[in-house]
């Protein structure tokens, strides 16, 4: 099974030369019968990736230690979610399963993109096929999961104990969704490049494909936030590592580029805007796997530290950026203009927004690079940490976040902001009313953080606005406006949804951020600490066996008044295979917020250092990003962006049918 699998690779490689050079040329020579091998490529393409991805899956179950990279990252006594996970807990398994997404993505450009044009249908999955040639050649040259070792070891060595998380099952996949999904906007991108030509059905048939990786990449970063937070023991959600920032970068300028196609679809402007944000943020993807993988930089998150790879990804990165962008300045030139708006309008705000956004990726680029060009240049070794980030970033996320409820609500072409103001009136009274509440009411809450929260729920009530204006509220009867309501198109409930999650999202991160409070005590069995009004009593430490790991579990007792609340259990753990200690933080939900415990060092008389934080609506974090991401899905699920199966207009029997309500 191990040789079927190597070989499988070998020809998903072959196939994704075909599928990059036969199409390419059938359309330079208007060849129909070349063209045509464009789809049946891509799909054999993904069987044989995803029969690979399944034997190297199949030998992790079954615990075969003749594979280096199953010896290396697997034991038999770990149990079976982690055995699975930990096919993509490793450099190896991980970029078969980036390599695995890419060609799934060409396979539904394939199956679903039956109504694209022939050539564009053509051109697209060849550059997705050369793309995915890379990433192969670069796993067989230099990252083959598939090698033996002889005599195959009786035992492994075990995955890397912070990566034995359920965490890990949802977050990789996810990320990858996010980060390959921008392939296809960016292969899409090329291909009008390569035909010269670009409108508003091509944003069209962009779009849906920059929503599914927008959404998908907005439940990776979540979802890693979260596992960082309860995993790691540290406390915290967000730290602005290099690898954090590696994600989040093409999230902002993936942001960017779907409000870019938005306009260009309703009004085809902002072309060039919006192919140098299809390149640019599959870019900033691809520069993501080099950090990774390179080695240039030490992270939790890194995988990999051979200068070969990272050479190697290196290359691929320069090929692909350089060569894009190369041929955008070719063609740039030559794209028609497109439509003209007035600078108050949905189009200028839209454009407002670009400009934030990819400013605010610019700084979050130079902040992640600058500490590897100075020591490439210098030798000398910094570090670029949160303050950096705090104050270039945050200047630029607030007032972008203050305009975001203008936006919807102006009209195309040319708006009218005094009347778009006056129906903002109520979100901004409710919003000014809870700074007042959060300022003279919540203990430790200064001007700052009841701004801030304040600015998050005049994203919530401005997104709420958007849907009664829409609906006629205030001018039409209730029956009248729930019509409307039923009526309004899913994208519009899309973009409500996730503007008004994005605001719960700051609510979360400037809630915990300036609210938190930490206490750090050496405690014995017995003793007890205040937190934040509960009072934290320590039980003892309890030694406890796991199927692969030993650990000493710290119990504690909180209560509130002297009425007992709950227990929450902390551990250290040791992993035996590995002798590699872990902490695991014990944590109690209260409501939004939590009761966060971490043990610490023992001391010489018998003591454990114990570190508690409160965390208000820290929950409200990752709670956002759900909402975000159900906004983006429900836009998904508007009829209008559904490019594979458009629907059929029925024909009506009688003129005295009733009409359906527009959209």
């Keep these: 099974m191990v040789e079927i699998g190597h070989f499988a690779l070998v020809l998903a490689f072959a196939l994704s030369l075909v599928q990059f050079a036969v199409p390419l040329a059938g359309t330079r020579m208007e060849d129909q019968r070349l063209i045509a091998v464009a789809g049946p490529s891509a799909l054999a393409g993904f069987a044989l990736t995803a029969l690979a991805f399944a034997v190297l899956t199949l030998a992790y179950v079954e615990s075969d230690f003749s594979l280096a990279n199953v010896w290396e990252n697997s034991h038999s006594a770990k149990p079976m979610l982690y055995k699975i996970t930990g096919v993509w807990g490793n450099h190896e398994g991980s970029m078969l399963l980036w390599v695995l997404i890419l060609s799934f993505f060409g396979a539904l450009v394939a199956w679903f993109g039956k109504n694209l044009p022939a050539s564009l249908k053509a051109n697209v999955l060849s550059v997705q096929g050369l793309v995915g040639a890379a990433f192969l050649l670069f796993i067989l040259a230099t990252s083959n999961p ?47 490049l390569i035909e010269g030509r670009i409108d508003a059905a091509w944003a069209r048939w962009v779009r849906p494909w920059t929503l599914a990786a927008w959404i998908f990449l907005t439940g990776g970063i979540a979802m890693g936030s979260y596992w960082a937070y309860y995993e790691l023991g540290w406390g915290g959600w967000w730290f602005w590592d290099p690898v954090e920032n590696a994600s989040f970068l093409p999230w902002l300028s993936g942001t960017a580029l779907l409000h870019s196609a938005i306009v260009m679809e309703k009004r085809s402007a902002l072309k060039i805007w919006t192919l140098l944000l299809a390149i640019l943020t ?231 951020t300036s609210l938190e409070s930490e206490h750090i ?118 009829r209008r962006l559904r490019v594979g199966a458009p629907a059929r207009r029925r024909t009506r029997p009688t003129a005295t049918t009733a009409e359906a309500p527009a959209e």
């Excluded at 912070?162 to 099952?169: K, M, N, P, S």
């Excluded at 937190?531 to 504690?556: C, S």
Aim: with cysteine; charged share 10%.
């Design 282 to 512: 599959f870019s900033l993807s691809l520069l993501g796997t080099f950090l990774v993988r390179s080695g240039v930089l030490t992270s939790v998150h890194a995988f990999a530290t051979d200068p070969a790879r990272g050479l190697f990804i290196l290359v691929i990165l320069i090929f692909f950026i350089g060569g894009s962008l190369a041929l955008f300045a070719l063609r740039a030139g030559t794209l028609a203009q497109g439509g003209l708006f007035h600078p108050v309008s949905r189009e200028g705000a839209l454009v407002l927004n670009n400009l934030f956004l990819t400013t605010a990726a610019a700084t979050v680029l130079t902040g992640t690079l600058y500490p590897l060009l100075v020591e490439a240049v210098t030798g000398d070794k910094i570090s670029v940490g949160a303050p950096f980030f705090n104050l270039t970033f945050v200047p630029l996320a607030v007032p972008l976040l203050a305009a975001v409820p203008f936006g919807p609500l102006l009209a195309w072409k040319r708006g009218d902001l005094w009347a778009v103001s006056q129906r903002l009136y109520a979100a901004l009274g409710g919003a000014l009313a809870v700074v007042a509440i959060v300022f003279f009411l919540v203990d430790g809450a200064g001007v700052a953080s009841a701004l801030g929260i304040g600015l998050a729920v005049w994203l919530m009530l401005g997104a709420l606005t958007d849907l009664a204006t829409k609906a006629g509220a205030g001018k039409e009867r209730a029956p009248v406006v729930l019509r409307r309501l039923k009526g309004l198109s899913r994208s519009i409930y899309g973009t409500a949804f996730a503007h008004f999650g994005l605001g719960v999202t700051v609510l979360g991160i400037v809630a915990v």
């Design 521 to 638: 005590a050496v405690m014995r069995p017995g003793d007890t600490m205040p937190v934040a009004g509960y009072t934290l009593q320590f039980e003892g430490l309890q030694p406890h066996r796991g199927p692969n790991f030993t650990e000493d579990q710290g119990r504690f007792v909180y209560s509130r008044g002297g009425v007992r609340v709950g227990e929450i259990v902390s551990s250290k753990r040791l992993y035996t295979a590995r002798q590699m200690p872990t902490t695991e933080a014990g944590i109690a939900t209260r409501g939004f917020s939590q009761l966060y415990v971490a043990l610490g060092d023992a001391t010489a008389d018998g003591g454990i250092v114990v570190r508690a934080w409160w965390k208000p609506q820290v929950l409200l974090i990752w709670i956002g990003g759900l909402v975000m991401m159900a906004g983006g899905t429900v836009s998904l699920l508007d």
């Design 146 to 192: 598939f090698a033996r070792l002889d005599p195959a070891p009786m035992e492994g060595r075990d995955l890397n104990p912070i990566l034995q998380d359920v965490g890990l099952a949802i977050h990789p996949p996810l990320l990858y969704l996010g980060y390959v999904g921008f392939s296809i906007c960016f292969s899409f991108a090329v291909a009008a």
